[in-house]
């Protein structure tokens, strides 16, 4: 019969199949490492590192720090592969205790699963990802004991959608001392669109970025490239999208690099970059660092959930003309 240990394998192999996984940046085609492995062998990999020393695996470092960056976006796909790569050693001591105990071994097996995410949720801050993979088999080994002694059955969740768990974070726009106006007190949607793309125009002109916006909006027109918002513009509800091709709604942050080094990442924080690297060994990094190479790399969106900066949906349109205006050229 099918247990939560099953639920989280068959759910990771749907989601890479035999397609390359990057693990240092989770793009593939943005890493400039150029050779992947496949999942099934990337897994194999990680579940050996993890036997012999997690502590001293650079390729365990990476994959809690990709577990991290997933969850600032409330997805929860790399907290499936660590736990994927963690629950084959869960395998034989759940039977055995569930043997030996006669607990349930599916309720045994849902109540490691959830201990290891406690352990995991517990150790965002103030631990070194180092130890992260190691304290949450402990935590499950002595979770399965202790089930075991009480004999309890107790029920458990033990569906693999407890895994499912969006965060949501408030973003405080960072532009509403360049006007008098605030966006929130609009109550047409249609004019609050507006003026949000165009005062990221008037940022971009006046910064001297213009150049940056011409050539992605080129590539958004020409279907050289998209926009990530997508196909989700087409039936969110845009309401002016009517009036305009909707697949030219973009996010700001697709104006930027998916990923910056730790030396440019540590300056916009505000701290060297000697420093970064002793607090992302300390686990007390404030954001995802994922290894690649001898170095890491520091994802922009979630540089731009630490300073508040609004990762806001914005048109084509409006952003050409909030910097058309800020030229005074209109």
Not at 143 to 172: H, K, W
Not at 182 to 189: E, K, M, T, V, Y
Request: include cysteine; hydrophobic fraction near 40%; glycine fraction near 6%.
């Amino acid at each position: 019969m099918p247990d939560i240990f099953d639920h989280i394998e068959w759910k990771v192999l749907e989601i890479f199949g035999e397609e390359p996984i990057c693990v240092h940046v989770g793009n593939v085609k943005e890493c400039e490492i150029k050779r992947h492995p496949t999942y099934a062998k990337f897994r194999t990999e990680a579940i050996s590192a993890g036997i012999r020393s997690a502590s001293s695996s650079r390729l365990w470092e990476s994959i809690i720090a990709m577990g991290r960056l997933c969850d600032l976006d409330g997805d929860d796909t790399w907290r499936l592969v660590i736990l994927d790569c963690i629950v084959p050693c869960f395998r034989s001591l759940s039977t055995k205790i569930s043997r030996e105990f006669q607990v349930e071994r599916e309720d045994l097996r849902s109540a490691m699963v959830a201990t290891a995410l406690e352990v995991w949720e517990s150790t965002s801050m103030g631990v070194s990802p180092r130890h992260i993979r190691d304290r949450m088999v402990k935590a499950a080994f002595d979770m399965a004991f202790r089930l075991g002694n009480a004999t309890c059955s107790e029920r458990l969740l033990d569906d693999v959608e407890i895994l499912i768990q969006p965060e949501t974070y408030a973003q405080d726009s960072t532009l509403r001392s360049s006007s008098i106006i605030d966006l929130n007190s609009i109550r047409d949607a249609d004019v609050a669109e507006q003026l949000r793309g165009e005062r990221i125009g008037a940022l971009f002109q006046v910064h001297g970025h213009t150049d940056v916006l011409r050539g992605f909006h080129k590539g958004l027109r020409d279907g050289s490239r998209s926009g990530s918002v997508g196909r989700a513009a087409r039936t969110s509800g845009f309401s002016r999208s009517w009036i305009s091709d909707p697949n030219l709604y973009y996010y700001i942050s697709d104006l930027y690099p998916s990923f910056i080094g730790l030396r440019e990442a540590a300056a916009v924080i505000g701290v060297a970059e000697s420093a970064a690297r002793r607090l992302i060994r300390a686990g007390q990094f404030p954001l995802p660092a994922a290894r690649a190479g001898r170095g890491y790399k520091i994802s922009v969106r979630a540089l731009m959930h630490f300073k508040n900066i609004p990762d806001t949906i914005v048109h084509v349109d409006d952003v050409e003309n909030g910097a058309l205006h800020a030229s005074g050229r209109q």
